[in-house]
């Protein structure tokens, strides 16, 4: 436990020591022992209580638990504390978390909690609009408040939590296969109907495999675990693009520790959609930058990883990876708003033979108009984005960040390539 601040009078102590030293002074006017004496007894309680707590601290424990245990931005959740006292006496105490998403204000609102010797005691806090992000949850701070209420003093119990806060994948029930993907994912479902389980072509498994393309027989076989060869009977797939860069949302505002943007976080929440949705329908998806930079992939049998590393992704985020070439006939869905001329000559080149390719290009509130549709850094804005897809062949969606986001991938036909 940490020493925490220093013990201080409460409200209630402030009043004693008022009316202690009125006391000392009527009875010093009036020539009065009795009241001289009452009144420094009482200062001389209260001073005595907030020496008392310098050396009384709270050995206390505590555990955390959030439901959910994954948070939804925008959202709220609800985290309850149980704070064991491990040693000592019975203590009223009024505990605040450290919240990092808080900014100044950074603690919680308190809740009043009395702790007994060797029991846990529970709290329930509200959290409510959570932030995309990882987010180190603690510190717990206790304030320790004397018996009689008249003294109190700050104490924090070491240790944090992690609560990873994911953009909201809106379940449109289209858990389907889209006319984008073709009859890929047909064909599996016909090739296991219909005994592909005898296929020979196999290879052994590599770390990272997924357990569904074990072949069992073809493992019993070798005595060691097989699959059959992605090549053969792989999942269809499609490719995501999103942008990344700051310059290209027109209300990016620096932060703390990156450039925050409301329709950027809009924009992840199609993102997010379309990957979970293309997943249920069985495919892989590979999220990259306009540059080909990949960002992230979704594994149908792996949703959890594909939202946390959505709730990792920042703006201007540099990324190491590169992603593979767009198949051919594979389905490219962009998620844009303003992008340089680079960018746009890039995203251009993202598409293969046969492949279909669809544009959300997102106008902020805070537009591109000030500067006629580009701006200094050489960013043009949505409409010119726009304008230049069409003529590359792209089929073209606009949508403003306040619509919903279930309303725009249903209203753009984002699912059906």
């Known amino acids: 436990m940490a020493p925490g601040g220093v013990p201080r009078p409460t409200g209630r102590g402030w009043g004693v020591v008022v009316a202690g030293l009125a006391l000392v002074a009527v009875g010093a006017l009036v020539e009065s022992p009795p009241l001289v004496f009452a009144g420094a007894s009482l200062t001389a309680l209260v001073l005595a209580v907030v020496a008392s707590l310098l050396v009384r601290s709270a050995d206390v424990s505590v555990g955390r638990r959030f439901s959910p245990s994954r948070g939804v931005a925008g959202g709220g959740a609800v985290e309850t504390l149980a704070v064991t006292l491990r040693s000592g006496r019975r203590q009223h105490v009024s505990v605040t978390e450290q919240l990092p998403w808080l900014g100044a204000r950074s603690r919680s609102r308190a809740v009043p909690v009395v702790l007994e010797p060797g029991r846990a005691s529970s709290a329930v806090l509200r959290h409510a609009d959570l932030p995309r992000g990882r987010h180190r949850v603690g510190p717990l701070h206790l304030e320790l408040v004397e018996s009689f209420g008249v003294a109190r003093r700050r104490v924090v119990a070491p240790g944090t939590v992690e609560l990873v806060v994911v953009p909201e994948a809106v379940d449109l029930g289209l858990a389907r296969e889209s006319r984008s993907l073709g009859d890929g994912a047909r064909r599996q479902r016909e090739h296991s109907l219909s005994g592909g389980e005898d296929d020979p072509i196999t290879r052994e498994y590599r770390r990272g495999d997924p357990m569904r393309r074990v072949h069992w027989k073809a493992t019993a076989r070798h ?118 001329r680079a960018e746009l000559d890039q995203l251009g080149h993202v598409r293969a033979a046969g492949s279909s390719a669809v544009a959300l290009v997102v106008s902020p509130t805070l537009g591109f108009a000030a500067v006629g549709g580009s701006d200094p850094r050489g960013v043009v804005g949505p409409d010119v984005v726009a304008e230049t897809l069409r003529g590359s062949g792209w089929r073209v969606v606009e949508a403003d960040p306040r619509e919903p986001v279930g309303a725009v991938v249903r209203r753009g036909g984002l699912l059906d390539g």
């Open 223 to 340: 005595g060691e675990l097989m699959v059959r060869q992605e090549e053969q009977h792989g999942l269809p797939s499609a490719r995501l693009v999103l942008a990344t860069a700051s310059a290209g949302w027109a209300d990016a505002s620096s932060g703390a520790d990156a450039a925050t943007s409301d329709s950027f976080e809009w924009a992840l929440s199609v993102v997010a959609t379309l990957g979970v949705e293309w997943g249920h329908a069985g495919s892989v998806v590979a999220l990259s930058t306009p540059g080909g930079d990949l960002v992230a992939r979704h594994d149908p049998e792996a949703t959890g990883s594909w939202l946390e590393a959505l709730a990792d992704l920042r703006l201007d985020d540099v990324v190491d990876a590169v992603a593979a070439p767009t198949a051919a006939r594979e389905p490219v869905t962009a998620v844009v708003s303003g992008l340089t």
